[in-house]
Every structure is written in C-alpha cells, then in structure tokens.
C-alpha cells in the first residue's frame, strides 16, 4: 500500500528542481484539456507545477512557450479531436523551434494510440502517462537539455499500476469552484470501458489530506466543491466514503459539496442519508446506469439488474426530497437488441432524470466489448441516441415546471449588467436579473422554466 504513495523526497525533490527551471525568462504554458473532471484536476496539477517552474499561463497556443495536450481515451471522438488539435500545432513549431509540445493523459497509455502519436506527429517533444504527472520538471528539463524525443510511461502492467502524489502545486482555474480529488482508478472493469486500462488500479488518498484539503478551500471562500473519484464509493481511506462526505459537508460556511461518479452497486442507504441531512451536501445524486436491460447489464458487467437499480432510485427519490438525479446511458452497445433498448426507455421514464447524459457506443481497442460480434451500426446508434434524447426532453420540460413560483438559492458564476447564471444546489442553471456577486449566493424566485434551464430574478426574501 505505501508503495503507492511517491516518497515525500521524490516530490521535494521535482519541485526543487522546478524553482525556476525557466531561469527567469518570461515564458507562458498554454494547456489544452480533453475528458472529464478527473483530466480537468490534473491539468490544475500541471499547471501548479508549470507555475514553479516560472510559467505563465495562456489560453493561445500562439503565445506559448510549452503546449501540453492532456488526453482522453473514453471514446473514439475525444481522441480524435485530440490529434487534430494536435495536427494544428505543425505550423507553430515550424515557425517557433524553441517550443516544446508535449501529449500527456489517458491516451498516452496506450501503446498503439502512443506509437501512433510518437510517428505521425514528429514535432510532439515528449510523451507521458497518467502517473507521472509529478515528474513534469524532470520532463521538461530534459526536453529543455537534450532535444531528444522521450516517453515517460509506468513499467508496470496495467493491473498493477498506479500512484498517488500528494503535496503538488495546483494552479486552480476557478476562485470559488474547486475539484477535489479523492481517489484514483477504476477497478470494475465494465466491458466497454477503457479507464481501467489508462488510469491504473483504485487507490484512495487519505482522509486527512482530503480534509484539509477541503477546509482549506472553504476558507478561502470556495462556494462549489466536487469531491472526484472515478468510483466514490469504494472510497477506501481510513474512514468510509459516507463519512468523508459528512465531514467534508460539515464545515462553517455554506457552500455546495457535489461528488461524481458513483456505481450504482456501490451506492448504500447511508451515502443517501448523509446528502439528506448534512446541508451543504448538494441535493444531487448521479447514478450511471448505462442501460436498462438484465442482459446487456450483465454483458457491460456491471454486477446490478434493472430491478435493484430502480430500487436504489426509487429510495433516493424517496429520502432526498427535490434531489437532482442525472445518469449516463450507453446506446447501441454490442448486442442490444431493440426490445432491450426500449427498456431503456423504460427505466428513463420510470425514474424521471432531471438529465441525461447519452453516448454512442464507441469501441475501445483492449476492452471486451470491442471484440464482441453483433457491433451495432453507427446509423442505429444515432437513431437509438435520438429517441432517447426526446423521450429526456419531455420528461426534464415536465420536471423543471414545478420550480415556477418557487425561491431557490443560487450560486452565481456570472454577472454581466445584471443578467446573472448560476447553479441550484441540484446543480440546475438558472439565468436570473439581479446585481449578485459572482461566487456568492442569492435567493432566486423562479418565473419562467425550459427543460434544462431556469428563468427568474432575485429577490431578498
Ligand atoms: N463508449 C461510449 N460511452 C462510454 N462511456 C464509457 N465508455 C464508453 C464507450 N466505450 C460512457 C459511460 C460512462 C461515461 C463517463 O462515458 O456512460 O458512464
Ligand atoms: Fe477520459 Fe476516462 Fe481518462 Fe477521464 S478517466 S480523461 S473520461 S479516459
């Protein structure tokens, strides 16, 4: 176990050499990230370390003086816009021999994606995985000294791997929306799902760093914080996921305390109670269920039938009152039939999700799924996605009437002249009139509902 944890030294010892790496020339990073939450934290990481390092941040690759790409393996697409992102930057490097480009997340690990990358991207100076995020300086000194092209990758194979680096820089994007990692990796190896592969075994952070993590950012005024794990629940610090939650939701101050994401056979009645009764715990829960048919679950291998994931629904309904419930659903995995689909369908209509977040069924070299016969085709898959997508439409315009009339608090992320947008504890935006103070909090009554936005304006009941 304590083998995961990089040695306090190695980490002194990166950022050490970090301190000025640049030699005080004004130099600036430009990071570019594809993926989830988890890939958003880690480009905060890189962008802490960046920052020892001396530089600068800039959202305009042309002012670049380092051009990092974190990638996302999740699916075909978000590869691909990876690498023509990546194409783009030819010209830069032609124009601009002293920068460097480097390719870092998920996709670099794996091998075919990354020899691929190494060979029809010849100007990208160095590649890395997504466990030696902590060495940047190391990286970059020796892109900077050596101009040979280098990959840094885990040895290990990939049901062995990964590490957690506690005590890095984090350059935070946000000044009062905030992710906290709590733990790292997957090990539930669904059949379609390639983060197993890229992100390593499940190992958990201390509860200790975590707290004072998150007490830090409370206060220093972080009004929307979301504890990140690939799989919550199997948190397995000293204390239980329920627990961490209650105590990260328990500090002075309100603000909203969201996790993502948790497997449904994992969620227990006490993780449920604490989002009830602890009320800076936002009043959200989402819960993949990536379909709604006994066979294809056991396919995906997800070890929870419709049934005991309707029950699980059906008591967050029950206990959390107004809670937001949002899932994941997967279209057009490999053997579904049509029957199996429309129960999908079913189980939509059935728990009534706020929303729903559908993909096209994308095959992942390496993964089970990928080799199974009985692939769907791509024009099925659409027409699957767009029927589910209008069933979700009418069911959220329903949902969301009931707000009318209602005054709901609002957490306010922008204010231009007066025409305000926040998010509900429930995680719903609401577009409002009102002079808020972006990052801070305000009673909104609602006038006007759509099916994924409120309308109001604020009021000082
Ligand atoms: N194809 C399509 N969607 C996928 N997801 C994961 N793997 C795949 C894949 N191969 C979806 C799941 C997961 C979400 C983050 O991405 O629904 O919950
Ligand atoms: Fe994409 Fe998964 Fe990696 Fe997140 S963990 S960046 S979703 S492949």
Redesign the pocket.
Known sequence: MSEIFVPREEIENQLSLADGLCGGKEKNVCILTF??Q??EADSEILSGICERMGYGETDDPKNADLILINT???REH?ELKALSRTGQFKKLKEQNRELLIGIC??MAEQKERREAVIKSYPYVDFVFGTDKLYMLPTIIKNALNAKKRRVYISEKPHNEFGIIAEGLPLRRNSDFKAKVSIMYGCDNFCTYC??PY??GRERSRCSADVLSEVESLVKNGYKDIMLLGQNVNSYKGDISFPELLRRCGSMDGEYFLRFMTSHPKDASRELVEVIRDVPNVAKQFHLPVQSGNNRVLSAMNRRYTREKYLEKAMEIKALVPDVTMTTDIICGFPTETEAEFLETVDIIKQVEFDMIFTFLYSPRPGTPAANMEDQIPHEEKVRRFELLSSVQNDIADKLNDKYIGKTVRVLCETNENGKCSGRTTGNKIVNFDGNARVGQFANVEITAAAAYILRGKETNQ
């Open positions: 993926g989830c988890q890939n996302c393996a999740i978000a997340g998920c390639v983060v890229v992100r």
